[in-house]
């Protein structure tokens, strides 16, 4: 049987639709009335489509959407050029032989940089160990994007190009498994194309993302009375909404005149049973991924640090300082806790600095240290993990750029995946075993550069390669192939994935084959079968 | 065509307008302190807006008559409003966030975030009273021992301050009964169960919809 396809009969299997079967009572699943129109119809009873929408929750996948915010290259990893296989080596973005390593059928860059160009901070880039680790997981299917706008291209990087009615990738997951979880959708990082609402409204509002905005603080947001100093216990406080709840309000003045607003209904909806069943979780506590500190007084408020706090914490030792590592800790507990099925993360556009340097054993500022760049000093190699625009700092110098961010994402991608491969779903199966993390691109970047030069800077270029790392995937594959004279990627057949030079890949079908490869049936709308892209039939 | 009979027109379809938009006339109930009585004409259009959490800080702040920094800080470092529910809130965000307009949605969160915000405030605001010799809500209620009547007046003082408006009877009686709620569920008596009811029925008045939307 494959381990993809298991019947979990595990307690715990039993245990997740127990506790499905609360939620759905609580009303925190889908009023189903529309789904006809949805795309998940043939139903003549919406009680029968809500049976299904559940069930399908108890065997769902899991997909992480991590960006590449700002526009990676994949000229610049796994789609690397060797300067001796191109024609054009001295104006094309290819690199010393010495550099680019083969994996499987992918390319790994290992790079050492002087500076990330106008910043004096030596960069490693490294890409060859987790290409290594993940390569059986590992697939990249070249396409040709159709906007080098940053929020256009980061819009259509999920939703392929409205694709299917406008439904971004992670309201599809939501709409086919999310029923009988807490929060289907939750977006950790806010501000890009990547999180924005897709374009169908007729969505059960459930599978909408709900933003994160700083994924330490977050968890305050999920208790309301939990930490509050002074406050009345929290049975009193229940008592206290259930007066104003079904007597105060309804019986206003102006309870009565705005019954009708569609505002009012979310919101009495939403402090009804939805916060009912978060609190009952103590979600406060089971996503608190700081640890008691002084920053953090989580004893002195009555709250504490996530059983699993240790666990993430080692895997994202930066977390205070990083976001992005914040964001994946986070992102592993909603999904461990079994309250998400998709989870979207990114880097940020804004700079992170650390002051430490990479290791952080040593102070890199000492009294009488030059560190003033003007003076010829420079900065220790980590102070900047995330350059101001992210990927976008590629305008001013690419190739430093590009192998600082690539290891960034591997990177956090690397640890997520161990996180995920040492959680157990049921019956033997992880819960790497039914993710997907999709490496969501803005677009690529334009594959020349001056002659001979180190240090370039690079424009937006809608020819581009997608990465997906999943069990699910057909891994261990690059589908389509890059022309070592031009850089430019070309396409694959569908169903067989051999490579066709005279084909490229639309964003739609990237979209259809990545949604397949996560089970979603694209039900209403004619997309092709993009057998080539997943693992299984 | 006369201006006069211009103006007549005017107020004629605007009433006609008026009346066009308001359907549902509820029935009148009877006034035992329980139910309203007023009849009132429900909104076809039902526009109402989303009181974001930068305004309704302040508002309850004014109300409260609290400094706006101590309306509620989390974990007592952490503005509420500010920075931990900022977005969930309604807020934004640009510089550091790239939030740059309001969620197209209520988070499902932020009916959770008002109720923090509104429970740390008014905790706050009764401790503070309880501390004052001129408190600003128990200003005739004997702490230990509150007569019906005391409770009555200070739940007049919640609406009056929180909504600025005079409560109906069912809403004084609602609120003031809720203190045998107190001290039924928790079993707490004396200056406690009244520091808790204070508490709450602050609490249920500032997370009333007229206090969140407008």
């Given at each position: 049987?494959?381990?993809?396809?298991?019947?979990?009969?595990?307690?715990?299997?039993?245990?997740?639709?127990?506790?499905?079967?609360?939620?759905?009572?609580?009303?925190?699943?889908?009023?189903?009335?529309?789904?006809?129109?949805?795309?998940?119809?043939?139903?003549?009873?919406?009680?029968?489509?809500?049976?299904?929408?559940?069930?399908?929750?108890?065997?769902?996948?899991?997909?992480?959407?991590?960006?590449?915010?700002?526009?990676?290259?994949?000229?610049?990893?796994?789609?690397?050029?060797?300067?001796?296989?191109?024609?054009?080596?001295?104006?094309?973005?290819?690199?010393?032989?010495?550099?680019?390593?083969?994996?499987?059928?992918?390319?790994?860059?290992?790079?050492?940089?002087?500076?990330?160009?106008?910043?004096?901070?030596?960069?490693?880039?490294?890409?060859?160990?987790?290409?290594?680790?993940?390569?059986?997981?590992?697939?990249?299917?070249?396409?040709?994007?159709?906007?080098?706008?940053?929020?256009?291209?980061?819009?259509?990087?999920?939703s392929g190009n409205s694709a299917w009615y406008g439904r971004t990738l992670q309201e599809a997951?939501?709409?086919?498994?999310?029923?009988?979880?807490?929060?289907?959708?939750?977006?950790?990082?806010?501000?890009?194309?990547?999180?924005?609402?897709?374009?169908?409204?007729?969505?059960?509002?459930?599978?909408?993302?709900?933003?994160?905005?700083?994924?330490?603080?977050?968890?305050?947001?999920?208790?309301?009375?939990?930490?509050?100093?002074?406050?009345?216990?929290?049975?009193?406080?229940?008592?206290?909404?259930?007066?104003?709840?079904?007597?105060?309000?309804?019986?206003?003045?102006?309870?009565?005149?705005?019954?009708?607003?569609?505002?009012?209904?979310?919101?009495?909806?939403l402090r009804g049973s939805p916060q009912q069943a978060l609190e009952a979780q103590d979600l406060?506590?089971?996503?608190?991924?700081?640890?008691e500190s002084a920053e953090f007084p989580l004893d002195a408020y009555g709250l504490g640090s996530?059983?699993?706090?240790?666990?993430?914490?080692?895997?994202?030792?930066?977390?205070?300082?990083?976001?992005?590592?914040?964001?994946?800790?986070?992102?592993?507990?909603?999904?461990?806790?079994?309250?998400?099925?998709?989870?979207?993360?990114?880097?940020?556009?804004?700079?992170?600095?650390?002051?430490?340097?990479?290791?952080?054993?040593?102070?890199?500022?000492?009294?009488?240290?030059?560190?003033?760049?003007?003076?010829?000093?420079?900065?220790?190699?980590?102070?900047?993990?995330?350059?101001?625009?992210?990927?976008?700092?590629?305008?001013?110098?690419?190739?430093?750029?590009?192998?600082?961010?690539?290891?960034?994402?591997?990177?956090?991608?690397?640890?997520?995946?161990?996180?995920?491969?040492?959680?157990?779903?049921?019956?033997?199966?992880?819960?790497?075993?039914?993710?997907?993390?999709?490496?969501?691109?803005?677009?690529?970047?334009?594959?020349?550069?001056?002659?001979?030069?180190?240090?370039?800077?690079?424009?937006?270029?809608?020819?581009?390669?997608?990465?997906?790392?999943?069990?699910?995937?057909?891994?261990?594959?690059?589908?389509?192939?890059?022309?070592?004279?031009?850089?430019?990627?070309?396409?694959?057949?569908?169903?067989?994935?051999?490579?066709?030079?005279?084909?490229?890949?639309?964003?739609?079908?990237?979209?259809?084959?990545?949604?397949?490869?996560?089970?979603?049936?694209?039900?209403?709308?004619?997309?092709?079968?993009?057998?080539?892209?997943?693992?299984?039939? | 065509?006369?201006?006069?009979?211009?103006?007549?027109?005017?107020?004629?379809?605007?009433?006609?307008?008026?009346?066009?938009?308001?359907?549902?006339?509820?029935?009148?109930?009877?006034?035992?302190?329980?139910?309203?009585?007023?009849?009132?004409?429900?909104?076809?259009?039902?526009?109402?807006?989303?009181?974001?959490?930068?305004?309704?800080?302040?508002?309850?702040?004014?109300?409260?008559?609290?400094?706006?920094?101590?309306?509620?800080?989390?974990?007592?470092?952490?503005?509420?409003?500010?920075?931990?529910?900022?977005?969930?809130?309604?807020?934004?965000?640009?510089?550091?966030?790239?939030?740059?307009?309001?969620?197209?949605?209520?988070?499902?969160?932020?009916?959770?975030?008002?109720?923090?915000?509104?429970?740390?405030?008014?905790?706050?605001?009764?401790?503070?009273?309880?501390?004052?010799?001129?408190?600003?809500?128990?200003?005739?209620?004997?702490?230990?021992?509150?007569?019906?009547?005391?409770?009555?007046?200070?739940?007049?003082?919640?609406?009056?301050?929180?909504?600025?408006?005079?409560?109906?009877?069912?809403?004084?009686?609602?609120?003031?009964?809720?203190?045998?709620?107190?001290?039924?569920?928790?079993?707490?008596?004396?200056?406690?169960?009244?520091?808790?009811?204070?508490?709450?029925?602050?609490?249920?008045?500032?997370?009333?919809?007229?206090?969140?939307?407008?």
């Amino acid at each position: 049987m494959n381990k993809q396809t298991k019947r979990m009969v595990s307690s715990s299997r039993r245990s997740f639709l127990g506790r499905m079967a609360k939620l759905a009572a609580a009303g925190t699943s889908i009023s189903v009335g529309g789904l006809g129109v949805l795309g998940l119809g043939r139903h003549a009873r919406a009680q029968d489509a809500e049976e299904e929408a559940l069930a399908r929750s108890a065997d769902p996948r899991f997909l992480i959407v991590l960006s590449t915010t700002g526009g990676a290259s994949m000229l610049d990893a796994m789609l690397a050029i060797r300067e001796s296989e191109s024609a054009n080596a001295r104006t094309l973005n290819c690199f010393p032989d010495s550099a680019v390593r083969t994996v499987g059928p992918f390319r790994a860059v290992d790079i050492d940089l002087p500076s990330l160009g106008p910043i004096p901070m030596p960069v490693k880039g490294r890409q060859s160990a987790l290409v290594e680790a993940h390569q059986a997981d590992m697939m990249v299917a070249t396409w040709q994007r159709t906007s080098v706008n940053h929020l256009v291209g980061q819009r259509r990087a999920v939703s392929g190009n409205s694709a299917w009615y406008g439904r971004t990738l992670q309201e599809a997951v939501a709409l086919t498994y999310g029923a009988g979880f807490a929060l289907p959708n939750v977006h950790l990082s806010a501000g890009t194309g990547f999180t924005e609402r897709g374009s169908d409204a007729a969505l059960p509002t459930y599978c909408y993302g709900e933003t994160v905005a700083d994924p330490r603080l977050w968890p305050l947001s999920l208790h309301g009375s939990q930490g509050v100093l002074g406050a009345p216990s929290h049975d009193l406080v229940k008592q206290a909404r259930i007066l104003r709840n079904t007597r105060l309000d309804p019986q206003s003045r102006f309870g009565r005149v705005f019954a009708e607003s569609p505002r009012l209904k979310t919101w009495q909806h939403l402090r009804g049973s939805p916060q009912q069943a978060l609190e009952a979780q103590d979600l406060i506590t089971q996503l608190m991924i700081s640890p008691e500190s002084a920053e953090f007084p989580l004893d002195a408020y009555g709250l504490g640090s996530s059983p699993d706090g240790a666990l993430v914490r080692s895997a994202f030792p930066e977390f205070a300082s990083d976001p992005l590592e914040a964001q994946a800790a986070l992102a592993f507990l909603l999904l461990k806790y079994r309250l998400s099925v998709t989870v979207t993360l990114g880097p940020s556009s804004s700079a992170v600095i650390n002051a430490d340097g990479a290791e952080g054993d040593e102070d890199p500022y000492e009294e009488g240290m030059d560190d003033d760049p003007t003076a010829g000093g420079g900065l220790p190699e980590g102070s900047i993990p995330n350059p101001p625009l992210a990927f976008d700092f590629s305008h001013s110098e690419h190739r430093g750029v590009q192998a600082l961010m690539w290891s960034r994402v591997l990177g956090v991608a690397d640890r997520l995946i161990g996180l995920l491969k040492s959680e157990e779903w049921s019956n033997g199966q992880s819960f790497w075993d039914r993710s997907m993390i999709y490496v969501a691109n803005d677009f690529g970047r334009s594959k020349q550069r001056p002659s001979g030069a180190e240090q370039f800077g690079t424009g937006h270029d809608l020819n581009d390669g997608a990465l997906i790392i999943s069990p699910l995937a057909n891994g261990g594959s690059l589908l389509g192939g890059i022309d070592s004279d031009t850089g430019i990627t070309y396409g694959f057949d569908p169903s067989t994935g051999d490579p066709d030079r005279g084909r490229q890949m639309t964003e739609a079908e990237i979209y259809a084959g990545t949604a397949q490869a996560l089970g979603v049936s694209l039900d209403g709308v004619t997309l092709p079968d993009m057998r080539a892209m997943r693992r299984s039939a | 065509m006369h201006p006069e009979r211009i103006s007549v027109l005017i107020v004629t379809f605007s009433f006609l307008a008026a009346a066009n938009a308001c359907t549902g006339e509820s029935k009148p109930g009877v006034d035992n302190g329980s139910v309203p009585t007023e009849r009132v004409l429900a909104s076809r259009q039902a526009r109402v807006k989303y009181k974001s959490g930068a305004r309704y800080a302040s508002d309850l702040a004014a109300a409260l008559d609290l400094p706006r920094d101590a309306v509620c800080r989390e974990l007592g470092r952490y503005d509420c409003v500010d920075e931990v529910h900022r977005i969930v809130l309604g807020g934004v965000e640009p510089y550091t966030l790239g939030v740059r307009e309001p969620l197209p949605l209520i988070a499902v969160t932020a009916p959770i975030a008002q109720d923090r915000v509104a429970l740390a405030a008014c905790t706050e605001r009764i401790e503070r009273d309880f501390a004052a010799s001129e408190p600003l809500f128990l200003t005739k209620l004997d702490v230990d021992a509150p007569t019906p009547g005391q409770l009555e007046e200070a739940a007049g003082r919640f609406y009056d301050r929180i909504l600025r408006r005079e409560a109906a009877p069912y809403e004084i009686s609602a609120l003031a009964q809720f203190h045998s709620t107190v001290t039924d569920e928790s079993g707490e008596s004396g200056a406690t169960a009244t520091r808790d009811w204070a508490i709450l029925s602050c609490f249920m008045v500032a997370t009333t919809l007229e206090s969140v939307f407008y």
